[in-house]
């Protein structure tokens, strides 16, 4: 079988499936209708986001047997329409899970006890004990929107405190020792602390708007390690504004590019863009919950496990 690999990965990606017989070619430059006109040459094809993969690239596939997308989520393809093509979709949440879920605790623990306000004034020659007084996690209830692979590395790790754990999921039956699984009701009831673990769907796309917001008994803290456009970033800095969100930790944002890698086509920022890097109460990161050292090697393993169960 011959594979086109269309990003930058581990290198063991392209040794193991050499090892296994297959004939790997690399091109991580030619534009997408470049790659359309040699595509019917692959038997599969290994991508992160570098472009979405349509309609009209899946048909120029006229050999395709199977899609591997080097990440968590599948939501750059249209994989309806490639599984009525017989397409094996091949993605790897397996193999950053455990990245995102010490990434969401550092986010919520940096949050907690101001250690990013702390170290920039410290650094400008201020010492403010008082003003940076933290706030502890025992006692508080996490709240998870999602408990598949992230979701369940999260609270894992929340096992250490004396917190409860709750999550709501589409799926019945998927809470464990770990979480408790409530409706959506009971979450905004009791949580204190909410984190999103939540594929890009139709029905998580602005899924945190104003109303949703509102419906939460507590005043909360945000966590957002899953996809940027869930949430709704105009509402959130209102949400902010008026303390009913009492901090937030975004390592995706609503603006970025589908690709992930870039943030804004040009140079004009949106006000609430504005807002959030401004404040104090807000913790952001580039899109990189899930990028480790560790977690390059394991993404890219699991990609290779998951061809090798199916075609060898």
Sequence with gaps: MRVLHLDTNHPLLLNQLTDLGFINDEDYTSSKS?????IHLYDG??????????????????NLKFIGRVGAGLENIDCEYAASKNIALI??????????????????????????KADKEVRDGKWLREENRGIELDGKTVGLIGYGNMGKSFA??????????????IKPNVGDKNCKQVSLKEL????????LHTPQTKLTKNMINAHFIN???????LINTARGSSVITNDLVDGLKSGKILGA???????????????FSDSKMPDAF????????VILSPHVAGWTVESKEKLAQTIVDKIKAKFC
């Design 249 to 263: 930790g975004l390592d995706v944002l609503e603006y970025e590019k589908s690709s992930f890698e870039n943030l």
């Design 274 to 281: 504005q807002y959030l890097i401004k404040s104090n109460q």
């Design 156 to 169: 894992k790790k929340l096992r250490g405190f004396d917190v409860d754990v709750l999550c709501y999921d």
């Design 34 to 38: 470049e790659i359309e006109n040699k």
């Design 91 to 116: 993605a790897a949440p397996e193999g950053n899970r455990n990245a995102v879920g010490e990434h969401s605790l550092a986010m919520l623990l940096s949050m907690f006890n101001k250690l990013n």
């Design 45 to 62: 094809f290994i991508i992160r986001s570098r472009f979405s993969i349509d309609k009209r690239f899946i048909d120029k596939a006229t």
């Design 215 to 221: 419906n939460f008994k507590n005043n909360f803290w």
């Design 188 to 195: 905004q009831e009791k949580t204190d602390v909410l984190s």
